[in-house]
């Protein structure tokens, strides 16, 4: 049963990719709840189901097993067009490659969005904001190309917030930052959450990115090993001693 705060919940997903004859399980058997206005963090080894998960939840993939309810409704079972509907008015995507056009300059990239559905109101300012706190206001008419890794990722996070989103599922948001720039785009992040009620799930490796979110799921090889408040974790270091703990079993029963 799925409670009326939760934005977003995944029930007994299961998704597998075939790969010649080869049958990959990414994912198997993930459930799982986000409240509204929260910020959960997703963690997992290299390969453990993490993109795959967030391709789902975002209706970018279909689930073989399984569905996805947003606000309580089956997500997973709509037509193709109005899943991609509902993505684009509702849902903000940070892909872990950036996705950005290499013919589009910075401002044209964030601006994309906007093409395919209307902005809603005070977009342009809003953009306008975050582009500046990202740090990228002097590169708006730069390529791609002529932008460091770390500014093109920062590009992909404008774009995934130029519509005004409510739901923010981003993939190593913070993977090429350094330090700084990471702790900056997780109190973006945060303010999202505090000040608009955004719900966020954040891909992550880092337990100093993670540590900013108030829930955790961890992934193992396609099954979802822990789900838990931060708040059981006192701060990184702690954090990722729990992570690897957990994933050390995992890792050994690798061939
Ligand atoms: N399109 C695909 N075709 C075949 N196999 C795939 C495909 N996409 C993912 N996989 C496999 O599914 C598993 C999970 O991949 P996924 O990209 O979800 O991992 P991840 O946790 O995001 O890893 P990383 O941290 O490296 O980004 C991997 O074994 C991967 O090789
Ligand atoms: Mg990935």
Redesign the pocket.
């Known amino acids: 049963m799925v409670q009326a705060t939760m934005v977003m919940a995944a029930e007994g997903l299961g998704k597998a990719?075939?790969?010649g004859e080869e049958r990959?399980a990414?994912l198997d058997g993930v459930s799982f709840g986000v409240e509204r206005g929260t910020f959960t963090a997703v963690m997992?080894?290299?390969?453990?189901?993490?993109?795959?998960?967030l391709n789902l939840l975002a209706g970018l993939l279909k689930p073989d097993a399984g569905r996805i309810l947003l606000d309580g409704d089956d997500f997973s079972s709509l037509k193709d067009s109005e899943r991609a509907r509902l993505r684009r008015r509702r849902i903000g995507f940070v892909f872990?490659d950036y996705n950005l056009l290499p013919n589009l300059t910075l401002a044209e990239n964030v601006r994309l969005p906007r093409l395919l559905d209307e902005a809603p109101e005070g977009a342009e300012g809003w953009l306008a904001e975050i582009v500046e706190f990202l740090g990228l206001g002097g590169r708006l008419k730069h390529l791609p190309s002529q932008l460091s890794g770390g500014e093109r990722q920062r590009a992909a996070i404008a774009r995934a917030l130029a519509m005004k989103p409510e739901i923010v599922l981003a993939?190593?948001p913070t993977g090429n930052l350094d330090l700084r720039g990471s702790t900056h785009v997780c109190e973006l992040l945060r303010r999202l959450c505090r000040e608009r009620g955004c719900t966020v799930l954040a891909?992550t490796?880092a337990p100093h990115v993670a540590i900013h979110a108030d829930r955790v799921l961890m992934?193992g090889d396609?099954r979802l090993l822990a789900d838990r408040p931060m708040s059981d974790f006192g701060d990184a270091e702690q954090l990722a001693i729990a992570y690897q703990r957990l994933l050390a079993p995992v890792a050994e029963g690798r061939p």
């Open positions: 990719f075939r790969q990959i990414a997992g080894a290299s390969g453990s189901g993490k993109t795959t998960l872990q993939d190593e891909v490796h992934l396609g």
